[in-house]
């Protein structure tokens, strides 16, 4: 068996280490004996989103965020039938908000992709710090850390999680996050899987099981610890 993980503009989104969470995908993969092909996605080229089994598209800055919205017009319509066919992503921070419709701030509005029906509006205080969630996906917490001015407002979508300590999509609600088919949409740096490998473990059975079209029974890993690095976190910020 073998998966294609596509990393989308990594010269312009890879903020607080979201590469690590290709590295972890890629890892997880050979250490049960699947292979992993590693396709960089660079700005401006033509991308196959049908020879893709999960696209990772980490975060950066506002600017940066400019800087591309001008490309995406380009991968739009691929990228869009890639979800609806239940193509897995994860989407980190500004790849989150370019999903949307758009993101406005201060000095004017962004354009996004507009496969998913939210917006994100910019405030002048951000949102800072680890972040600890309960998420219907996994039985663990999920952790990480959020850095973000953009307030996303996610509609009727189904939360990544709630909030058990930290901000959130917009600071004055419990959620965090989107999912949508095998969409996994969040703020949650760190980078997000390595510490969470129930969430990558997931991600993985799902591109397998799309890519080749039957149940997939992943073989069990010593996760002491990530499982260790999870754990510390959720002491340190109790509910």
């Known amino acids: 068996m073998?998966?294609?993980i596509g990393h989308l503009y990594p010269e312009l989104f890879n903020l607080y280490g979201d590469r690590g969470n290709v590295r972890c995908l890629e890892k997880r993969l050979q250490w049960r004996g699947i292979d992993a092909e590693i396709i960089s996605l660079a700005v401006g080229e033509r991308i196959d989103f049908t020879d893709l089994d999960i696209v990772c598209w980490g975060g950066c800055s506002d600017r940066e965020?400019?800087?591309?919205?001008?490309?995406?017009?380009?991968?739009?319509?691929d990228f869009k039938a890639y979800v609806e066919?239940?193509?897995?992503?994860l989407a980190i921070c500004a790849a989150y908000q370019l999903l949307g419709d758009y993101y406005e701030?201060?000095?004017?509005?962004?354009?996004?992709?507009?496969?998913?029906?939210i917006y994100t509006k910019w405030a002048p205080e951000r949102l800072v710090g680890n972040i600890v969630l309960k998420s219907e996906l996994v039985?663990?917490?999920?952790?990480?850390?959020?850095?973000?001015?953009g307030r996303t407002f996610i509609g009727g979508y189904s939360p990544f999680g709630t909030v058990s300590s930290g901000h959130g999509n917009t600071e004055n609600d419990d959620y965090e996050g989107l999912i949508y088919k095998n969409v996994i949409a969040t703020y949650l740096h760190g980078p997000l899987l390595p510490k969470n490998p129930q969430i990558c473990d997931l991600i993985l059975k799902r591109a397998l099981q799309r890519r080749y079209n039957t149940d997939i029974i992943l073989e069990t890993l010593p996760d002491e610890a990530e499982h260790k690095a999870n754990h510390q976190i959720v002491i340190r910020f109790p509910t």
């Open 2 to 4: 073998k998966l294609k």
């Open 65 to 77: 965020s400019e800087l591309a919205a001008k490309y995406l017009t380009g991968i739009c319509r």
């Open 139 to 149: 039985p663990m917490p999920v952790v990480g850390f959020e850095n973000h001015s």
């Open 105 to 117: 701030t201060d000095r004017g509005k962004t354009e996004g992709l507009g496969i998913l029906d």
């Open 85 to 89: 066919d239940g193509g897995c992503v």
